[in-house]
């Protein structure tokens, strides 16, 4: 039973990790309820989610060398979290993060491009179930067109965007600087959300700050808030680092479960027919790209060594992660 255990932990990380951002929406909200914006609450929280880091492991990160890689990551989880923020606070919880996960469709571009990877026949049809269960969630006959219906779903899918992107830029990273450790990339993401956040929160109108009797408890979340994000992502680093990405990948649909179950409790936002169909396509689509991919590697790892004269010839041009 201990041995059972032992190996089930790393399961149990990213499970962990997909629950807390299955609720920390919820908590954003009470920020936003005491005249905090989702903007600011998201730049307060990522800051002090980075110093955490910064503070708990600057050892792992005490040698920085500076790429314009690291740049464009930190923008693109900017992105990532003014657009799951936002779009949670304003709109309804569950068809954000559905839009949110369309991470199959825009991965398989931005990996043709960044990476070079090739577009199979596979990626384009996963892309294209994971589209068609949108336009399902989507659509409405009084709406017409089957996009989004306003600017909080508008950014759940830009929010989605961003999170393919900073996936894809964060391969493109270990196969530039194989040596930089995980805890530089996480201190990355997290400043990078920070700025960006501070940034787009000078173009959205502040509503009547916080009372002085509420300062302590929005301080508390906020400080809580960065603690826990800190440590929830060095325990889903764990996770990962034991677990094979394709299952993984599974594992971390665990978050529309728990989504799907806070939005009732707490907000009692219920998903119709259309948002069950749309998200089923759309976790379908994750969970056979996941698949796909483990038979993709399964392919490679069991052919034939290549001779040595050959090896020494051949180029690589794939890293493993």
């Known amino acids: 039973m201990t041995r059972r255990f032992h190996n089930a932990l790393p399961t149990l990380a990213i499970m962990l990790g997909a629950s807390v951002w299955g609720v920390v929406w919820y908590p954003m909200r009470m920020l936003a309820s005491m005249g905090l914006t989702g903007t600011v ?60 996960y369309l991470t199959p469709a825009w991965t398989a571009v931005f990996a043709h ?15 294209m179930l994971s589209l068609a269960g949108a336009l399902t969630m989507l659509w409405s006959p009084a709406l017409g067109m089957p996009l989004p219906a306003n600017l909080a779903e508008w950014a759940g899918l830009m929010g989605g965007m ?7 830029l964060v391969v493109r990273i ?6 930089m450790k995980p805890e530089m990339r996480t201190a990355v993401i ?23 009797s509420q300062m302590g408890t929005v301080a508390f979340i906020v400080i809580g808030l960065g603690v826990v994000l800190a440590v929830n992502n060095v325990i889903v680093q764990i996770g990962l680092a034991r677990v094979p990405a394709n299952r993984a990948s599974i594992i971390m649909l665990f978050e529309l479960v728990v989504t799907a179950l806070s939005s009732w409790l707490f907000a009692g936002e219920v998903p119709g027919p259309r948002e069950w169909a749309g998200g089923a ?11 796909v991919h483990r038979q993709t590697r399964e392919a490679v790892e069991a052919s034939p060594a290549p001779s040595p004269e050959a090896a020494s010839e051949k180029k690589p041009t794939r890293a493993m992660v």
């Open 113 to 127: 491009f960044i990476l070079k990877d090739r577009l199979t026949r596979a990626d384009a049809a996963l892309s």
């Open 190 to 212: 997290f400043g990078g959300a920070a700025v960006v956040a501070t940034l787009v929160s000078f173009f959205e109108p502040m509503p009547t700050p916080p009372a002085a």
């Open 281 to 291: 396509c759309i976790v379908a689509a994750c969970v056979l790209s996941a698949w």
């Open 162 to 168: 961003g999170f393919a992107m900073s996936n894809v």
């Open 41 to 100: 609450a998201s730049a307060a929280t990522s800051g002090a989610a980075c110093l955490c880091v910064l503070l708990l492991r600057r050892r792992a990160i005490s040698t920085i060398s500076w790429h314009w890689l690291l740049v464009a990551l930190g923008l693109a989880a900017g992105m990532t979290s003014v657009g799951f923020v936002w779009g949670a606070i304003h709109g309804q919880v569950m068809r954000v993060l559905l839009l949110f």
């Open 174 to 179: 270990t196969r530039t600087m194989p040596r």
